[in-house]
């Protein structure tokens, strides 16, 4: 479109200018008395010189050579057309306003091909990586206030623009980590594309431990965004085995009977005192094995037991599970959770308290104790 609207730009310009020279040389041959066929191939010889000088400027200017010839060519017929479009004038007795008229379509084509040359040349030198040197914007107020400074500052960047030299040292962009690109492309996914990524990597880790590890990456969700993400599939978790509770050493059987208890010695009564009975024989209660023991012990205290068979390294997932398989008892993540914060609230509270005085034994023994 651009070079649509410029090739019909020049289409009408240059044969104004053109005929308008023509003319001018015509009606000044007429004056001079040169014959008519004569005068009219002098105009057109004329105007096809102009015009081939143009063209080889312009050419020069696009391969990027010297282009002074044709450049110098070019101005010069374009001084001779604009003085015979002055003389032309002055023989119709036109003036200034006949001369502006005749003149302007040369001068003109003159100027939009000069523009249209330096385009060409930019173009050509920001090809070669070679930029002019242009003015600072310092504004107006700069220029008049400062300009002593000014003029170092734009003389400086001239000196450094023919040397080659710059007094700025390239900034060294900071090298960056594995970890760190790694964190950044993890961070421009899309959610959906990033949890099932971490989900095809750790097929072992359940929603929760799952977004903690989305987390670690950037991507901040919840266990419920994974779910959700995870369209509510069942997640099959490669879990350690469990290993069963041991049962409880029986207790030792108290005896049948229960041994008599030794007799007083009488005190000085004129009646003598009676023997005491022995009591009669309290037998012994069976030790509590398997799922029976669990049923005897409070559902915490079965999570302690639990918790302390399987070690430090169990979750809270894991020990519900442990307690539902041996005690036959539902224990969710949560109550473990819950009985574990219990404990660690309870140790430190027991860690910060004071210890009771222990109270002298001498005291209130009278003598050699304290009154």
Request: include cysteine; proline fraction near 13%.
């Given at each position: 479109m651009k070079r649509i609207v410029w090739w019909l730009a020049m289409a009408i310009i240059a044969p104004a200018a053109a005929g308008i020279t023509a003319w001018s040389l015509y009606y000044v041959a007429m004056f001079f008395g040169v014959p008519q066929w004569l005068a009219v191939t002098t105009a057109l010889v004329y105007?096809?010189?102009?015009?081939?000088?143009?063209?080889?400027?312009?050419?020069?200017?696009?391969?990027?050579?010297?282009?002074?010839?044709?450049?110098?060519?070019?101005?010069?017929?374009?001084?001779?057309?604009?003085?015979?479009?002055?003389?032309?004038?002055?023989?119709?007795?036109?003036?200034?306003?006949?001369?502006l008229f005749f003149a302007t379509p040369t001068f003109g084509l003159l100027v939009l091909s000069h523009l249209a040359w330096s385009g060409t040349r930019n173009r050509a030198r920001a090809a070669r990586g070679d930029t002019p040197l242009r003015l600072p914007a310092y504004g107006v107020l700069t220029w008049l206030l400062a300009h002593e400074h000014a003029g170092k500052a734009l003389k400086k960047s001239a000196e450094e623009r023919v040397t080659g030299a710059s007094s700025m040292a390239p900034a060294v962009a900071p090298r960056r980590t594995a970890r760190e690109v790694l964190v950044e492309k993890f961070a421009s996914l899309d959610p959906v594309d990033a949890v099932q990524l971490l989900a095809g990597a750790n097929p072992h880790l359940d929603p929760a431990e799952l977004a903690?590890?989305?987390?670690?990456?950037?991507?901040?969700?919840?266990?419920?965004?994974?779910?959700?993400?995870?369209?509510?599939?069942?997640?099959?978790?490669?879990?350690?085995?469990?290993?069963?509770?041991?049962?409880?050493?029986?207790?030792?059987?108290?005896?049948?009977?229960?041994?008599?208890?030794?007799?007083?010695?009488?005190?000085?009564?004129?009646?003598?005192p009676m023997p005491l009975a022995p009591p009669a024989p309290v037998p012994a209660a069976p030790a509590p094995q398997g799922a029976a023991a669990g049923q005897g012990l409070a559902k915490a205290e079965l999570v302690r037991q639990t918790a302390a068979l399987l070690g430090h390294g169990a979750t809270a997932r894991i020990i519900a599970e442990a307690v539902m398989a041996q005690h036959g008892i539902a224990a969710d993540a949560s109550y473990v959770r819950t009985v574990q914060a219990r404990d660690r609230k309870a140790a430190a509270k027991q860690a910060t308290k004071e210890p009771l005085p222990v109270q002298d034994p001498l005291i209130g023994k009278g003598r050699n104790g304290y009154l």
């Open positions: 105007d096809g010189v102009a015009l081939g000088c143009l063209y080889l400027a312009s050419e020069a200017v696009r391969a990027a050579l010297s282009a002074a010839g044709p450049l110098a060519a070019t101005f010069v017929m374009a001084g001779i057309s604009v003085y015979l479009n002055v003389f032309h004038a002055q023989l119709i007795h036109g003036g200034t306003p006949a001369a903690e590890l989305a987390q670690q990456y950037g991507k901040q969700m919840t266990a419920t965004d994974v779910a959700l993400i995870l369209g509510g599939e069942r997640i099959t978790v490669q879990r350690v085995a469990v290993p069963a509770p041991r049962p409880a050493p029986a207790a030792a059987v108290q005896p049948s009977v229960v041994p008599p208890a030794p007799q007083l010695p009488p005190p000085p009564a004129a009646t003598p």
